[in-house]
């Protein structure tokens, strides 16, 4: 891939549910405070007592490879930006049909102003100057983070490497030692 | 993006005063630099508490903060910030800061106030004092700090130099019995060596929702293999991460705790050496825990016997383990104090006090905020007179251990001592943060704080609380002053204001500092001001302001040496029997059971079960909530639109059974009071418990509980263990 295509990481074990991604953005964008929101956070509870599990997962715009949004605005509103994947909205283009709201299966397409769309834009004026979206970085607990998908993925491969060395020898989990290139 | 659109977006906004309503320009981005004219300025933001104060990256424009951002330059918050944290924007110029002082023009209710010059407050309040003072005595003022905590130092010295020994806090229902039942038991416990421990057991503690810096370590020190002992009634993000997760009844920490001690002692795996050398009372103990067998303990807590010998063995067989416990969960109950001595016994019984991974002894630096090797003379300033100068304090005969321990009076006391006029009048007041709704029975301290003859009130905004005073005094935010700050990194800030005092807010230290102009001249070191005292405490660290000013970023300390561990092999405990105490010698003296004794609460299913018969239900409430910090940040909208109901969370089975489905409206009910909430159908609590977070302003909790329902002891409320009903309101009642 020669352009790289921007995208959030999430680490769904570390995610407690504390929101400030979502306030860091009301922060970031202005935000009115009615709840309308680019991020959401949601609590997905499995099981009754006394076997239950509890887990929080945060979600914006995933600013996707193939986005049905792009693809389903009759009018061209929107657009992926060819050096880093995000997925733009042109406010002059867009009619507030909300085709894109139905396409999206991520609930991403915001209509605050009852008028036209609006949504994470992935910081794009902060990372294109070298500084994290808001969300990322504020994530206490490091759940979220960011950057050119090919490298999340290998990133998440070499964690999940040192998870599997680890289980069969803890001593080298301890000593911070996993997989990594020679 | 354009104004229309702009106008269109904060439709419903009311938060934010219009004069400091930013100009966003969605395609700048708020990036600092020339071109923005946003210029990065550092603070800390100091809306919880002071185990947090993350470091914030204020971004000013032309002398207005357009965003917030977390500081990497802090270690202790490395860059991040919570929700409370990202809301500072609207906590700053929010439309109900109070702009001038007020003084009251009407009666209490008339709730109507013209604003007066600074001088003028003060001269007033100081002449009511003074008068007061000659009338009936020092003791008949009481000095009050709320939250935030950072004047405290100042005002209780100002109250002392002043001959009141009745400087009171929110210590009073907060931290304070942990901290007693440590003292007790050892003369002083810090918190768990987290990131050198192997096994850590977290006692009814939530770090993801009162102290993201601390979870954070957790989950890390969690994926390099440590083990989690979560205990607690609650589901919290820890609970994912625990390997066992004892899920207690509500207010039975103590049987617990000694049911593990039962297990350990049993299956001898305690720490023979120490309990052998440096304890007293461990034969009384062992045969007290003998009759908390796992099985008994099984039907108390409802926690399986055999999880409980699970956990037993796991906490006392992985060296090092630490513990955590928090500032209130365990001690929020009317058996609270000696449920707290039961649980951190485990830790000198383990062999894990004052050793690397288990629990440290490290004085705190400043203001609570440990920096190892760092300790400055905050106590020597703060207590100006000696107790025995001063009349006794309030709780000093209900509450005599808590006088030995704590150098505060028990503000949970007040409100009876002002109705009372026993042992003495108590008719002004002077409080920063005053909040009547942290009582038991609110409505009761409300009707107290009426009764004063003067009342004086320092606060942001303007609260309900404030509104009952004599005279309002417009208090700035962190960002707005300059202060100490100390980390347990060894770093520490003296911040500089980002922006000026908003209207005509005052820092409250500048405030306490011209009221000790007039109402202590003849303390001299007060008289030299803000910047002198601070220098005064700084003495001991060889820190300078002089010095720390040069570094506004904060500034880490080299060269300061930890303490060494296991302390008291050379100097003893800080206990009267220079032991640890199994058998606490000051309770003995004070009069009650010197054994860390397990009793029900007052209002449980097992200890009255004819209450139980119309509130079966067991109500715990002030559990952590994300985006609140107490009553702090309900009027964010950024942050009350994260939770806008009053939600009471409600185990599924207990909803189906009353005919209540996800957001009806409900009625909670204890036998004093009865509030309006709405259900939140989840599983964070077990069938049989219901929480309600504690201070909404529509529907708080604490007039569900009565004022007298509290630990004898410690003087701290029972609010996490009482009955309750829960009844759905039909359309006409909504």
Known sequence: MNTPQLGFSFDLSRCSGCMACMSACFDQNDMPGNGSTFRHVSRIETGTYPSVSIRYVSLACMHCGDAPCVAVCPNRALSKRPDNGIVEVNKDLCIGCHACATACPFGAPQFPEGSFMRKCDFCVARVTQGLEPACARTCPTKALGFGPIEKLTEDKAKAASVKIVSSFNPNLAALGVGLTKP | ?734
């Not at chain 2, 709730?111 to 003028?120: K, L, R």
């Not at chain 2, 108390?300 to 500032?327: D, F, H, N, Q, W």
């Not at chain 2, 202060?483 to 800030?493: D, R, S």
């Open chain 2, 1 to 734: 993006m354009d104004r229309a659109t702009r106008k269109s977006l904060h439709q419903g906004d009311v938060t934010m005063h219009p004069e400091y309503e930013y100009r966003y320009d969605g395609h700048q981005g708020k990036v600092p630099g020339a071109q923005t004219g946003i210029e990065i300025r550092k603070t800390i933001c100091s809306i919880c508490n002071p185990l947090s104060h993350c470091g914030v990256d204020a971004y000013v424009k032309d002398g207005v903060v357009v965003k917030v951002e977390g500081s990497k330059e802090n270690p202790h918050s490395g860059g991040t910030l919570c929700s409370k944290g990202n809301a500072n924007r609207q906590y700053i110029y929010h439309k109900d800061r109070i702009r001038t002082p007020l003084v009251r023009k009407g009666d209490r209710e008339s709730g109507h106030f013209i604003p007066i010059s600074w001088n003028d407050a003060l001269d007033l309040i100081a002449k009511r004092f003074l008068k007061i003072k000659e009338e009936s005595g020092p003791e008949s003022v009481v000095f009050y700090a709320g939250f935030p905590k950072w004047m405290r130092p100042f005002l209780k010295r100002l109250a002392h130099s002043f001959g009141s020994p009745n400087y009171c806090t929110e210590s009073s229902t907060c931290f304070r019995a942990s901290f007693m039942g440590a003292a007790l038991n050892y003369g002083a416990m810090g918190p768990g060596d987290v990131a050198r421990s192997k096994c850590l057991l977290v006692w009814s503690s939530n770090p993801f929702y009162s102290n993201t810096n601390l979870a954070r370590g957790i989950l890390d020190a969690r994926e390099r293999g440590l083990k989690i002992i979560d205990v607690g009634p609650l589901i919290t993000p820890l609970t994912a991460h625990a390997d066992i997760h004892l899920r207690i009844r509500p207010g039975t920490s103590g049987a617990l705790a000694l049911s593990i001690a039962n297990v350990i002692i049993e299956e001898g795996l305690y720490d023979h050496d120490f309990v052998q050398n440096y304890t007293l009372g461990f034969e009384e103990y062992r045969e007290y825990v003998a009759q908390f067998t796992p099985g008994v303990a099984e039907e108390i807590t409802g926690v399986p016997a055999a999880k409980i010998i699970e956990a037993a063995r796991l906490y006392a067989t992985t060296k090092p383990a630490c513990m955590m416990t928090s500032a209130s969960p365990t001690t929020h109950h009317t058996n609270g104090l000696q449920n707290h001595r039961a649980i951190v016994a485990l830790v000198g019984l383990t062999g894990n006090y004052d050793v690397a991974g288990g629990n440290l002894v490290v004085p705190p630096a400043y203001l609570y905020q440990q920096s190892p090797g760092l300790v400055t003379r905050e106590p020597e300033f703060e207590q100006s007179r000696k107790w025995e100068q001063m009349a006794p304090r309030i709780g000093q005969a209900q509450h005599p251990a808590w006088c030995r321990l704590v150098p505060e009076a028990q503000a949970m006391q007040l409100p009876f001592d002002i109705q009372s006029g026993k042992p003495y009048p108590i008719r002004a007041m002077l409080g920063f943060g005053l909040n009547y709704r942290m009582w038991p029975g609110q409505d009761f301290m409300e009707a107290s704080l009426k009764k004063l003859d003067f009342l004086v009130d320092v606060d942001i905004f303007m609260t309900d609380t404030a509104k009952l005073a004599d005279v309002v005094l417009p208090a700035c935010t962190s960002f707005e002053r300059s202060e100490l700050k100390f980390y347990p990194q060894q770093y520490v800030i003296w911040t500089k204001p980002v922006i000026r005092p908003l209207w005509e807010s005052r820092s409250d230290a500048e405030i306490i500092f011209d009221l000790a102009r007039r109402l202590v001249p003849d303390d001299g070191l007060m008289q030299k001001g803000y910047e002198a005292c601070i220098d005064w405490m700084l003495e001991p660290t060889k820190l300078t302001l002089e010095e720390l000013k040069k570094h506004p970023a904060g500034y880490t300390v080299t060269g300061a040496k930890a303490p060494p561990f296991q302390k008291y092999k050379k100097n003893g405990f800080a206990t009267p029997s220079k032991k640890m105490e199994f058998t606490s010698t000051i309770l003995a003296e004070t009069g009650y059971d010197p054994l860390p004794i397990y009793k029900e609460p007052k209002l449980s299913p097992r200890s009255a079960p004819e209450v139980a018969k119309e509130f079966p239900l067991i109500l715990t409430t002030g559990s952590r909530l994300p985006m609140f910090i107490h009553s702090r940040t309900f009027r964010l909208d950024w942050t009350r639109s994260l939770r806008p109901d009053p939600l009471l969370d409600m185990n599924p089975k207990d909803a189906h059974e009353r005919g209540i489905a996800q957001e009806d409206w409900v009625r909670l009910s204890t036998p004093r009071n009865s509030i309006k909430v709405k259900a939140n159908l989840t599983e964070i609590v077990p069938p049989g418990v219901v929480s309600m977070y504690h201070d909404y302003p529509e529907a708080s909790v604490n007039l569900l509980v009565e004022p007298d329902y509290r630990d004898p002891i410690s003087g701290f409320p029972g609010f996490k263990s009482l009955l309750c009903e829960v009844k759905k309101l039909m359309e006409g009642n909504v």
